[in-house]
């Protein structure tokens, strides 16, 4: 398996709702990354766990709150979201954090509308 | 932090043309410089990537040039075909932090 797998490919959510994006891989990688794209932008970092651990916050509000329950899951749980967090969400994956050897693997997304 | 600067922002080649992008980065420490291609709604997919300790790579119609001392990084693409139109981002990479360049909308004009 050399993919990482996101589930919802779509989700549309009222501002008041709670929602949870799952991400996956059994490439064996330490490493997972969750990003946000915008439309005709790149991709932005938004939370780094290395080893199951939190290692970056790129000050991303506590709306969005990351969960790596273990070395292969990773989820993103989003509440009380505004309209303008309508975004694509990736997932990514490395076989390990610092300088990966193999690169970075991406998820085909969650595309996010906040209504 | 790491600033990418990527020109240009849009690039128009007819096929069977080479197109180049080209990438500056800031930070020194940056060791690892992947190139992806992003098309309408899929995922960033790597197409080549170059270490800070290699100066130039080759993957059949694509290569990637690397100038640490100007701290700039380039993608050649060469024969190019309609399949190539996408959008390309160059990346530098410090650490765990991946930071991209804005893009350049790629078309081969048939």
């Known amino acids: 398996d050399t993919e990482v797998t996101q589930t919802p490919k779509h989700l549309v959510m009222g501002m008041t709702n709670k929602k949870s994006l799952k991400c996956e891989q059994h490439m064996g990688h330490r490493a997972m990354y969750w990003y946000k794209q915008k439309a005709k932008k790149p991709p932005e970092l938004m939370f780094v766990y290395s080893y199951e651990k939190l290692s970056i916050n790129e000050s991303v509000p506590s709306r969005f709150s990351p969960e790596c329950p273990n070395s292969s899951l990773l989820n993103l749980h989003l509440h009380a979201l505004q309209p303008e967090d309508s975004a694509l969400y990736l997932c990514?994956?490395?076989?390990?954090?610092?300088?990966?050897?193999?690169?970075?693997?991406f998820g085909s997304g969650t595309r996010l509308t906040v209504v | 932090g790491e600033n990418v600067e990527q020109h240009p922002s849009t690039l128009s080649v007819q096929e069977g043309d080479s197109a180049v992008i080209k990438c500056t980065y800031s930070d020194s420490a940056s060791n690892y410089f992947p190139w992806y291609k992003q098309e309408l709604g899929k995922r960033p997919q790597l197409i080549i990537d170059?270490?800070?300790?290699?100066g130039e790579k080759k993957d059949q119609r694509i290569a990637v040039t690397l100038n640490k001392t100007a701290k700039h990084f380039s993608l050649h693409i060469t024969e190019t075909q309609p399949e190539d139109s996408a959008v390309y981002f160059c990346a530098a990479s410090r650490a765990q932090k991946l930071v991209f360049g804005q893009g350049t909308r790629l078309t081969i004009n048939p």
């Open positions: 990514a994956s490395s076989l390990e954090s610092g300088t990966p050897l193999g690169g970075y693997t």
């Open positions: 170059i270490r800070s300790n290699v």
